[in-house]
C-alpha cells in the first residue's frame, strides 16, 4: 500500500510561485503514472497534471503555461511548480498514484490580493 504525503503549499500572493512536493512511501512509484488535483468549488476534483512513468506529461487547459510536473524516482516523489498564481489557485492540492488509486491528504494553497 503506498502512501503520499503533500508539502509545500502556504499563502502567497497573486503573481507568485509554489513548488509542490509529493513523497511516496511504501511502494517504488518510479513506474507509476503520477497526478495533482485539487478541490473544485463543487467539492469535486479538477485534475491539473499528470506524469507518466516514462515522464510524459499532461496538463490541464487551466494550469497549461503555468504549470510544470515532474518527478525524481531517488526521492520517490513527484513535484508540482505553479507559477503565475491568482485567487482562482487557491484550493487544497491532492497528489494521486493513477496506478493504485491512492490519494494524499492534500496540501492547503492561499492564494491572496
Known amino acids: 500500500q503506498v502512501q503520499l504525503v503533500e508539502s509545500g503549499g502556504g499563502l502567497v500572493q497573486t503573481g507568485g510561485s509554489l513548488r509542490l512536493s509529493c513523497i511516496a512511501s511504501?511502494?517504488?512509484?518510479?513506474?507509476?503514472?503520477m497526478g495533482w488535483y485539487r478541490q473544485a468549488p463543487d467539492n469535486g476534483t479538477d485534475f491539473l497534471a499528470m506524469?507518466?512513468?516514462?515522464?510524459?506529461?499532461t496538463y490541464s487547459d487551466r494550469v497549461k503555461g503555468r504549470a510544470t510536473i515532474s518527478r525524481d524516482n531517488t526521492q520517490n516523489a513527484v513535484f508540482l511548480q505553479m507559477n503565475k498564481l491568482t485567487l482562482d489557485d487557491s484550493s487544497v492540492y491532492y497528489c494521486k498514484n493513477v496506478h493504485t488509486q491512492s490519494w494524499g491528504p492534500g496540501t492547503q494553497v492561499t492564494v491572496s490580493s
Open positions: 511504501g511502494r517504488d512509484i518510479s513506474d507509476d503514472t
Open positions: 506524469i507518466s512513468g516514462f515522464g510524459l506529461t
